[in-house]
């Protein structure tokens, strides 16, 4: 999980209406205080106008783009001429037929819910022991940031190294349990773990953060009085630590849902999605046909974009939901 | 036991914790030194025992073009992203504009679309306005990573700025914008620290856009430097991991000096205070 972190605007509170006064001024002329109220509406407008602009301009557009491209028959001299001829709803259907099809979706959904599971266990596990707030806890927790800020060709390319068959320092140290070399990037077997391993070193920085400053605010008396009935360990975390976490953990588990189903550099730049297709998701596949052959497909890949974009917004929109309920 | 041995015992715990994971960074500092003839042996070196600069030479007569141009457009990032969104935050925190609610939401679902999806579109619009393989079509491009977040983090600040502190700039006689440029922006010097950071990380670290962008200018980023070497025939990995090692300075500098902000950003919004 490659997330960057999301956040909820504030800006939704509702507003309160004042009730228009009469106006009882002959027509055209504006009383002093609705004048006054027209100017700060535009003044308001002249803030947030860029944003708008900005949004339709590149965010909307591009989309628009994004769509067109999904729907027409596309190839290179059409894509530079533009008069691509509309197909509806055929490159949908191509890529629904396609045999790559079915193992991209299961990629995507193995990549996703195993990176999310080891994430999740590992940084609510360093979570609740960098709570215990010992001598260095402040500085290593703040160095558990670091796989999480790297560039992600950086991560990538070190893990490549590290997962060469011959000379790979990974499997140099397998060797001493007993395991023979394994071809991590080479393997058809292999390959799809391999990602999932790097992409989960990745997330455990951000599942850390949040869950350890959703720590910070469970009450110490809950803990100081489980003490005093002679609770253990366990029983503190099962009884007390999880369930009061348990908003927090919804967040962190459906931002990196929606962030892991997107990854796209670390797999691309590690396997290409390769060997065959052994390692290909949804977002490495959708790239393959528009950028990764001689012969770009940009309509199928621009299809199975926008597939990617409905899963994506299927699991933001819960995401949404959750944090709404928890804020109210 | 009492509880200073436990503590120590905490820490040590924390310390092989902490090796442990920063093991891929200490190996990518490790490989960089090593000299090139060393790199296939078997076993590999688990130190720097003879350590080469070859690859940091490399760096110095292949990668200086990439990191200035990454810096330029990192830079150019931030720029944009400030402009459009520390107005548009302090609209929404404080001027309560029209259809506030749904722009707010409208910013959350910018953040779930996928990379790769925004990428695609671009390379069509680039492709009709000729803006394909410029720096600043690039900046433009990376910018849409830190917009939304840019307004989220600014709207969240500004709405806790007291608002005795913008009346009393009111009362003496300050408009909207005289108000907002010099009283809202300088209180709000952490909110700017905090989107100019992370829009100059993401903007450095792009590749989805550069390799889809920029893929053949003559100005590319460091990514697409690093890239490039992966792709080499030869591949010289004392060369690439020492691209790497640059490449992650910003990184490293940004924990150093930001580190609260830093964790500020990740969890900005994702748990309520």
């Excluded at chain 1, 990037?185 to 992409?199: G, K």
């Excluded at chain 1, 550099?265 to 990764?292: C, E, N, R």
């Excluded at chain 2, 820490?11 to 296939?40: C, E, H, K």
């Excluded at chain 2, 010099?182 to 390799?211: C, E, K, Q, Y």
Aim: net charge positive; aromatic share 12%; glycine share 8%.
């Amino acid at each position: 999980m490659t997330g960057r972190p999301m956040t909820i605007a504030r800006a939704d509170r509702p507003r309160r209406r004042t009730p228009a006064p009469v106006q009882a001024s002959g027509a055209g002329r504006l009383s002093p205080q609705r004048r006054l109220r027209r100017r700060s509406r535009l003044t308001a407008l002249a803030f947030v106008a860029p944003l708008i602009a900005y949004l339709a301009a590149f965010y909307v557009y591009p989309l628009y783009r994004n769509l067109d491209l999904s729907l027409r028959d596309y190839t290179v001299r059409s894509f530079v001429a533009g008069d691509a001829p509309f197909s509806g709803w055929d490159n949908v259907r191509k890529v629904l037929d396609d045999p790559t099809f079915a193992p991209a979706l299961r990629h995507t959904m193995v990549f996703t819910f195993v990176s999310i599971a080891f994430q999740y266990v590992i940084g609510l596990g360093l979570a609740v022991f960098f709570n215990r707030h010992f001598r260095l806890s402040g500085v290593l927790r703040a160095l558990f940031l670091i796989p999480w800020l790297l560039p992600l060709i950086v991560s990538a390319s070190t893990w490549s190294w590290m997962f060469n068959s011959e000379s790979g320092v990974v499997n140099y140290f397998l060797h001493f349990f007993g395991v023979d070399p394994v071809g991590w990037l080479t393997s058809p077997d292999w390959a799809l773990t391999s990602v999932i391993i790097a992409n989960i070193w990745i997330g455990i920085p951000f599942n850390l953060v949040i869950l350890y400053s959703g720590l910070q605010n469970i009450p110490a008396e809950l803990y100081e009085a489980a003490a005093l009935d002679g609770a253990n360990t366990w029983q503190v975390f099962r009884r007390i630590t999880f369930p009061l976490l348990r908003p927090v953990s919804a967040i962190t588990l459906l931002l990196g849902l929606v962030y892991t189903l997107k990854v796209f550099d670390l797999i691309w730049i590690m396997t290409k999605g390769g060997p065959g297709d052994s390692s290909s998701t949804l977002a490495t596949w959708s790239y393959q046909l528009g950028f990764g052959t001689l012969l770009p497909k940009f309509g199928p890949g621009a299809a199975v974009g926008n597939l990617l974009i409905l899963i994506a917004l299927a699991f933001g929109l819960l995401h949404i939901r959750v944090q709404r309920r928890l804020e109210a | 036991m009492n509880t200073r041995a436990r503590g120590r015992r905490h820490t040590i715990v924390g310390l092989l914790l902490t090796a442990l994971m920063l093991f891929p960074v200490y190996w990518m500092l490790n490989v960089s030194l090593t000299p090139q003839q060393d790199m296939r042996r078997n076993p590999p070196d688990l130190f720097p025992l003879h350590p080469t600069f070859e690859g940091y030479r490399s760096v110095l007569d292949d990668q200086l073009p990439y990191l200035g141009t990454s810096l330029v457009i990192g830079l150019g990032t931030v720029v944009l992203t400030l402009l459009i969104a520390a107005p548009a935050g302090y609209c929404l925190a404080r001027l309560r504009p029209r259809g506030g609610g749904a722009l707010g939401l409208a910013l959350l679902i910018a953040q779930m679309i996928p990379g790769i999806v925004m990428a695609m579109g671009f390379y069509g619009i680039f492709l009709d306005l000729g803006l394909l393989n410029t720096w600043w079509g690039l900046v433009v491009a990376d910018s849409t990573i830190a917009v939304p977040f840019g307004v989220m983090i600014f709207t969240a600040f500004m709405s806790g700025i007291p608002g005795e502190l913008i009346a009393a700039s009111r009362i003496d006689g300050a408009g909207t914008f005289r108000t907002f440029w010099s009283i809202v922006l300088p209180v709000s010097r952490n909110a700017l620290v905090t989107v100019s950071l992370f829009g100059f990380l993401w903007a450095w670290s792009d590749f989805v856009f550069a390799n889809t962008l920029d893929g053949g200018g003559d100005l590319r980023p460091i990514t697409l430097g690093i890239y490039k070497y992966i792709g080499n025939n030869n591949q010289e990995w004392n060369a690439i991991m020492a691209t790497a090692v640059v490449a992650s300075v910003p990184a490293a500098v940004l924990l150093v000096l930001a580190q609260r902000y830093v964790a500020a950003g990740v969890t900005a919004g994702a748990v309520k205070d």
